[in-house]
């Protein structure tokens, strides 16, 4: 972009590049937004409105023992001499330092209505009174004893802290959050015992692993509590990339109410979620038709959280309730970790939380450092006026004489004594009380005591490791004051891990009844009410006959194993009533006509299944694995014409045994069959001629049992003779074998 050519009358106009100028006014404004104002420090975990409220409040003496004072004289105060911004802006700050739902550690003690956890403004701040707290005081301490730097004002008038000493880990305990040009921040607050406990860590071993400090620091510690339910691996690589974020749940329990009946409390709200809200929300779910499991919730909140809500019927299982809410509203929210700080109040970058840690010891050993140093220099001072004092009782007469007789006695003491300026000041100001002999004696033994403080002092300056084992003495007293041994301190916030699983909030509404499932030859399916221990009174279709029945509940899944080597799944809550016949199975699945129903049972995804073709191959399946969700069904055992699906068995034992058509009889192990998805399976036994007829796995120690034409159960446990490898031929089978060759049903 070119300049613009100005008239040479153009007088004082300075021509400059448009492009140029923005950029330069655009990234000042961003240096000042992230500097001054959106970003905190890492040192003290501040923003600079924070930290010249808390600077104004200690100028007008509001420490934690003195009494209130309104607010209003605290927000002139900050906006008149330090922050030349809005009073609203710095009030609202003044109040969340207040505010023990939004800060986990509070540095202002407020007293009057500072608002609530339903979103409610606090009082205007007329009404309002503050003072500072016990933490905000750790955070000012030795801020007169030259332990950091100080600037000038806005308007050169006054001066402020840069920084405040930190005597707490405010930013990681308090956490902040912030908006700048280009960048954000986001620390959630943690618990200040655990911080103080991986300081002391990192202390003694400053390459410690973030794996090591989260055993200290496990994750955030929220005013509001909840539960914390991110897997441990993620905690880990948030704090070790400075982001990430933590899934936060509301704190329930189940209530019995009588007679079986049940509510839900909820008694804590995951952080910086508006109650009133959250319930504004819950109710537009329930009207919207959302929360079907729900039939209503009531706030019955008083000083503690307290949120009822009530279940559609007693048969609803909480947990899947729970799971809905935690889906669908804000009882679940996640709160993110963008560790974006300012690093020596200058440079914004991501830290990691090692790093963090660290820094803010640096910060502390430099004001251990420069507190010791200010020391120091009022040790020496005390001490030249101490040694002039000694050296005017030594020579009282002739001190009194020139003072009494000379025009100038300052100069003619610093002649005569070899005193300094200072000494002799000090000298001329002394009472004439001063002059007994217990107050020689008092100068003496506080010279000898400061002579011994300031040896400590030096060497503490000339030694790392005493530095290091005194911030540590410092950081034990501050982990005793706010550690997790106090009301305060105490974790909030519990971790646990959420249920797995998909949750059929559908499946939940059905009631829970008995029920007889009844599938005839022809595949005529229906269901009887309550538990058949009978079914030879029901009737069928001409030419059609019983073929299954099975006792269930109307939660149950059912699943149907076709020929073709699929599998069908079907609800038994939608299955036909008992009235008439009952409705064909094809029209529920995609069955062809020339398919048959190998097996039909109620579904168990615990258990496993065996399955084999007419060819004789087959394997072990987990019934899990088999769930169809379509009407296609799921194709589970490869077939291929003429061969079709031939058996499908439970799975419980340690062997295998297979009859074939052959009237052969072989027995293997069970480790031999391999557990598949989906395939063709392996040969379990070899034909000359035919194929396979049967197949069970069963239990060695139990025998091998079957039923004969009469209906009696047969059991044969010395099976040594039938005993082989798989893919073997087998032998006949022991005397009672039925002539059909089959075991009869497995299920």
Request: aromatic share 6%.
């Amino acid at each position: 972009m070119s300049t613009i050519d100005l008239p040479p009358d153009s007088d004082g106009i300075e021509p400059i590049n448009l492009r140029d100028a923005l950029e330069e006014r655009y990234l000042a404004y961003a240096l000042s937004t992230i500097m001054h104002r959106a970003l905190p420090d890492v040192r003290d975990g501040l923003k600079p409105v924070h930290r010249r409220v808390l600077f104004a409040m200690r100028q007008l003496k509001l420490d934690p023992g003195s009494g209130f004072k309104k607010c209003a004289r605290v927000v002139g105060d900050v906006i008149g001499r330090y922050h030349p911004h809005g009073d609203q802006s710095v009030y609202d700050a003044l109040v969340r330092l207040a505010q023990d739902f939004a800060v986990r550690y509070p540095l202002v003690e407020g007293q009057g209505n500072f608002g609530n956890v339903d979103g409610d403004n606090a009082a205007a701040m007329r009404y309002t009174e503050s003072r500072l707290t016990e933490v905000a005081q750790a955070l000012l301490e030795g801020i007169d004893e030259d332990t950091v730097d100080f600037r000038e004002t806005y308007d050169g008038e006054d001066r402020e802290p840069v920084v405040l000493p930190g005597n707490f880990p405010n930013l990681l305990a308090n956490g902040s959050s912030g908006i700048a040009v280009g960048m954000a921040t986001n620390v959630p607050p943690h618990n200040a015992g655990e911080l103080c406990d991986a300081a002391l860590h990192l202390i003694k071993h400053p390459n410690a692993s973030i794996e090591k400090l989260v055993d200290f620091v496990q994750g955030p510690d929220f005013p509001t509590g909840g539960i914390i339910v991110e897997p441990r691996e993620t905690i880990v690589e948030a704090y070790k990339t400075g982001r990430g974020g933590f899934r936060v749940r509301a704190k329930w329990e189940r209530e019995d109410t009588g007679r079986g009946g049940y509510v839900i409390v909820i008694t804590e709200i995951p952080y910086q979620v508006q109650k009133s809200r959250l319930i504004e929300k819950i109710a537009e779910l329930m009207q919207a038709r959302k929360l079907p499991l729900l039939a209503d919730i009531r706030d019955e909140s008083a000083e503690d959280i307290r949120l009822v809500l009530e279940p559609r019927s007693r048969t609803v299982d909480p947990v899947l309730l729970m799971e809905s809410m935690f889906k669908l509203s804000d009882l679940e929210s996640r709160i993110s970790l963008n560790m974006n700080v300012l690093s020596r109040g200058q440079v914004p970058g991501v830290l990691s939380l090692r790093e963090v840690l660290a820094q803010w010891l640096e910060h502390r050993n430099e004001v251990l450092v420069r507190r010791t140093n200010h020391r120091l220099g009022k040790i020496a001072h005390r001490l030249e006026v101490l040694g002039g004092y000694l050296i005017a009782y030594l020579n009282l007469d002739e001190v009194i004489r020139i003072i009494r007789e000379e025009d100038e006695p300052k100069k003619e003491l610093m002649r005569t004594f070899s005193l300094s300026d200072v000494q002799a000041e000090a000298i001329l100001n002394m009472r004439l009380r001063s002059l007994r002999k217990l107050e020689e004696i008092e100068i003496r033994t506080e010279h000898d005591g400061l002579l011994v403080e300031q040896k400590e002092l030096q060497e503490l300056l000339g030694s790392s490791d005493l530095q290091w084992k005194r911030i540590s003495e410092e950081i034990r007293a501050t982990r005793e004051k706010f550690g997790q041994k106090t009301e305060l301190g105490r974790r909030r916030s519990h971790f646990a891990e959420a249920p797995q699983g998909d949750f059929d909030i559908q499946q939940a509404m059905i009631e829970k009844e008995p029920i007889t499932v009844v599938c005839s030859q022809k595949g005529w399916i229906r269901t009887m009410k309550g538990h058949l221990a009978d079914g030879s009174g029901l009737s069928y279709k001409d030419g059609d006959k019983e073929r299954f029945v099975l006792q269930a509940e109307t939660t149950d899944k059912l699943v149907l194993f076709a020929s073709n080597g699929r599998f069908f799944t079907l609800s038994a809550e939608r299955l036909p009533g008992g009235r008439g016949h009952g409705e064909p199975v094809r029209l529920m699945v995609d069955l062809d006509q020339s398919e048959e129903i190998v097996e039909l049972f109620v579904h168990n995804p615990e258990r496993k299944l065996l399955v084999a073709s007419s060819d004789g191959r087959g394997f072990v399946v987990g019934e899990a694995d088999v769930v169809a969700n379509t009407r296609k069904g799921k194709q589970v055992l490869n077939v291929s014409a003429p061969h079709e699906a031939q058996v499908c068995n439970p799975a419980v034992g340690d062997m295998v045994a297979v009859v074939g058509e052959n009237r052969k009889l072989l027995v293997f192990s069970v480790a031999d069959l391999p557990e598949m998805g989906r395939g063709r399976g392996v040969r379990l036994q070899k034909y000359k001629d035919g194929n396979l007829s049967d197949a069970r796995i069963f239990s060695s120690t139990e025998g091998l049992s079957w039923l004969d034409s009469s209906g009696r159960t047969w059991t044969v446990t010395a099976l040594a003779d039938w005993q082989g490898q798989r893919a073997q031929a087998g032998r006949l089978p022991p005397k009672g074998f039925p002539r059909n060759n089959k075991f009869g049903r497995g299920f």
